[in-house]
């Protein structure tokens, strides 16, 4: 799934809206909350592979590969 920018939008929205109708607020919940909207969006990243690093026998390897984040 590639990042989708306009629902991490519409989440911090409902998330600021939902927060500013309570009488009693909490920031902590409201980084929570944030904090979770920003992980998700994060974590449904894609990775477009198209050529570089090769591991052999399951050995790490660093360097440089060709591709992006979507």
Known sequence: MALNKAE???????????MMQRE?????????RLSDSIDSYVKGAEINYTQGLTG????PVTGVFEGNLQ
Do not use: P, Q
Not at 8 to 18: N, Q, V
């Open 56 to 59: 052999y026998l399951g050995v």
């Open 8 to 18: 991490l939008k519409s989440d911090i929205k409902s998330i600021l809206e939902d």
């Open 24 to 32: 009693n607020t909490s920031i902590d919940e409201f980084a929570t």
